[in-house]
């Protein structure tokens, strides 16, 4: 059974911080491209940043600068640091894993992150 269990969510003032992570299971773990995305109360869900098996990354624009996306393959993790955070950052957290070798990908249930004073 696969499973992608996120946890680190929570309440934060502006300008704090929030490391976020993901334990993947059920999986190969190195035979997925691991991505952190997020949705905010009524918006899309959007792509935050993501991390090959190999460690290269992409950051979307918001984020640049204050987030930093690693993986740690021995322990099947991915993980999220958030710093300079924004109220604008509030939103459902969540994890994907997308196979290299088919069409499969997987969501976790999401870690709520809310940034306010």
């Known amino acids: 059974q696969v499973q992608l269990v996120e946890s680190g969510g929570g309440l934060v003032q502006p300008g704090g911080s929030l490391k976020l992570s993901c334990v993947a299971s059920?999986?190969?773990?190195?035979?997925?491209?691991m991505a952190w995305y997020r949705q905010a109360p009524g918006k899309e869900r959007e792509e935050v940043a993501d991390i090959t098996t190999g460690g290269s990354t992409n950051y979307a624009d918001p984020v640049k600068g204050r987030f930093t996306i690693s993986r740690d393959n021995p322990n099947e993790m991915v993980n999220l640091q958030m710093n300079s955070l924004k109220p604008e950052d509030t939103a459902v957290y969540y994890c994907?894993?997308?196979?290299?070798?088919?069409?499969?990908?997987?969501w976790g249930q999401g870690t709520q992150v809310t940034v306010s004073s």
């Open positions: 994907r894993a997308d196979s290299y070798y088919s069409s499969t990908y997987y």
């Open positions: 059920g999986i190969s773990f190195t035979g997925y491209r």
